[in-house]
């Protein structure tokens, strides 16, 4: 990834901390830009609007002063709201003698405080902007206020019960995109299944587990995905199953990995809520009076493994041909696909299969760069989705992804320059640390759904 070049010499001061760092990083950086709409200046929420488009206002002359008027602009409402974001390194300067204290020295440097070397404080700089930006490009996709770790069980991986701290704080634009599929307000016509023999060498199966409930009272809890829940007795063990259903089914859904719960007879039965998901349920294990049970794998995961030969290339026609009329206004100017590294390999694979090879499907971006392109459409390679979904942050779910929009409609909200938004860079004499620390606030929204097609 492309970094911001601090200028080597630079003398620092703190307001000059603040404007080097977070006015690049924030509204000059082509990396972030390019990703999202940035919108700077957000302090806690900001509503935005959306703009309906007006259209056949145009009617016949008449004489006199006659108009026929037509129904104005539809406004639409919607709310960006930004969490308080943290960052904080620490370096000692031993790590640099080898490589940069020597030299440093050599020009009369002083090696162990930042504060009076602006050389090694431009370096620090350097990787600290670096890796905040592929933080805000991480969170700013994949970000999830549900997200848990996931524990792993051979190379199946189920949600751990614990809220991760690397990707909680705020939702991004792909759980948002999810849910939006799962509610319907992406209709399933803009929705490519990419989980479907056609596509993919091994299609995913969700795990599931059922619970058998036994005994005739007191209480037991059910362990479901890290988190134990208690089941009550109630009359017999079939209104024990059902109440324990309609006590907890809406909580574990709403949990990460959407996993849903039902019951048949005295039976709890657990569905991962994703394909390639893995479950871990417990036996009921009794905490008073004789209830208890045991537990058994139904339907056992099964991740996703590599893409078909030319796979790519159906499941980016098909979401040409499921874009709306409104989107297609964007085909000529900023309509875009964002595309998992596997999409984007598999597809140019399939074009080195013609004459030619790939190069007639190259376009030149804006910043110079070439990319695939598809109908004329830019493919914007993602490997840093890859990276993430193809670990233990995401497990495997869902590995093989692309998006059709344009940049218009993943909205990126910061408080920019505000006072929250600060670096401070110091020695500390007594640990004999240097400390980096930032604050800020970030956040996403969605425009509208209807410039939204989906492939996963």
Not at 108 to 124: C, K, M, T
Not at 179 to 202: H, M
Request: charged share 20%.
């Amino acid at each position: 990834m492309a970094s911001l070049v601090v200028p080597s010499g630079l003398t620092y001061v703190q307001k000059d901390l603040l404007y080097q760092f977070f006015v690049p990083l924030f509204i000059d950086n082509p990396i972030l830009n390019e990703a999202f709409t940035v919108i700077p200046d957000v302090k806690t929420s900001r509503e935005l609007l959306k703009i309906g488009a007006l259209d056949k206002i145009t009617k016949g002359y008449q004489r006199g002063t006659s108009f026929v008027s037509s129904t104005g602009v539809t406004i639409t409402p919607f709310t960006l709201t930004v969490s308080r974001m943290k960052a904080q390194v620490e370096q000692t300067t031993d790590e640099f003698w080898v490589s940069v204290h020597q030299v440093l020295v050599d020009s009369g440097v002083d090696a162990n405080d930042i504060e009076n070397s602006p050389e090694l404080r431009s370096i620090i700089i350097k990787a600290f902007s670096d890796a905040m930006t592929r933080d805000m490009i991480r969170q700013g996709w994949l970000g999830d206020t549900t997200k848990e770790t996931m524990t792993a069980t051979g190379s199946l991986y189920s949600p751990s019960g614990t809220l991760d701290a690397d990707y909680k704080e705020y939702t991004g634009f792909w759980p948002r995109i999810q849910e939006l599929v799962r509610t319907g307000d992406i209709p399933a016509a803009q929705v490519v299944d990419v989980n479907v023999t056609a596509y993919q060498n091994v299609v995913a199966v969700a795990g599931v587990k059922t619970a058998t409930i036994t005994g005739t009272s007191g209480t037991a809890n059910i362990t479901i995905n890290g988190t134990a829940y208690l089941a009550t007795f109630t009359t017999n063990l079939n209104t024990t199953a059902a109440n324990f259903v309609t006590s907890h089914a809406a909580t574990i859904l709403a949990r990460h990995g959407r996993c849903v719960i039902t019951n048949v007879g005295a039976t709890v039965v657990v569905t991962a809520g994703f394909p390639g998901m893995n479950v871990t349920v417990s036996a009921p294990v009794n905490v008073s009076g004789d209830l208890a049970g045991s537990v058994a794998t139904t339907t056992a995961a099964v991740r996703n493994t590599t893409l078909k030969s030319g796979a790519a290339a159906a499941i980016f026609q098909l979401m040409w041909e499921a874009r709306t009329d409104e989107l297609a206004e964007f085909d000529s100017s900023t309509a875009r696909f964002d595309v998992s590294r596997s999409m984007y390999e598999n597809y140019k694979a399939y074009l080195n299969t013609f004459a030619g090879g790939v190069q007639g499907a190259y376009m030149d971006l804006q910043n110079g760069k070439k990319t695939l392109s598809f109908e004329g459409i830019p493919l914007i390679k993602r490997p840093d989705w890859d990276k993430r979904i193809k670990s233990a942050d995401y497990g495997f779910i869902q590995p093989h992804r692309a998006l059709l929009s344009t940049h218009e409609n993943y909205v990126f909200g910061t408080d920019s320059t505000d006072d929250y938004a600060k670096l401070e860079a110091w020695y500390e004499m007594k640990d004999q640390l240097n400390y980096f620390r930032a604050q800020y606030c970030a956040g996403t929204q969605i425009v509208h759904p209807i410039y939204e097609v989906v492939a996963i």
